[in-house]
Nanobody
């Protein structure tokens, strides 16, 4: 089992920045990948950025060059730094961890970007 607790998010004007955090606990040493997803009403949850244990970091085209996924292994925290935010970035953001074929999710946090 993996537990994910998110923090961050909020309201920001277009062009601003926010930083999301996700602290993992439990069986963290067997996590295969972690990432950030977002979802808006009426749409599927979509991948924003992912960080496999091996391989390349992946970003959605819509956030490339604006968002940065990173991790602090010592603190077991995953971050999503979001810069140059756009109104289209408004969504509920979820931290995700994949372990042994199972997905675990944070509680979600709202990001609202005003025009």
């Amino acid at each position: 089992q993996v537990q994910l607790v998110q923090s961050g998010g909020g309201l920001v004007q277009a062009g601003g920045s926010l930083r999301l955090s996700c602290e993992a606990s439990g069986n963290i040493f067997t996590i295969n990948a972690m990432g950030w997803y977002r979802q808006v009403p009426g749409k599927q949850r979509e991948l924003v950025a992912s960080m496999p244990s091996t391989g390349r970091i992946n970003y959605a085209d819509s956030v490339k060059d604006r968002f940065t996924i990173s991790g602090d292994n010592a603190k077991n925290i995953l971050y999503l730094q979001m810069n140059s935010l756009k109104p289209d970035d408004t969504a509920d953001y979820y931290c995700n961890a994949e372990r042994l074929g199972n997905n675990y999710w944070g509680q979600g946090t709202q990001v609202t970007v005003s025009s």
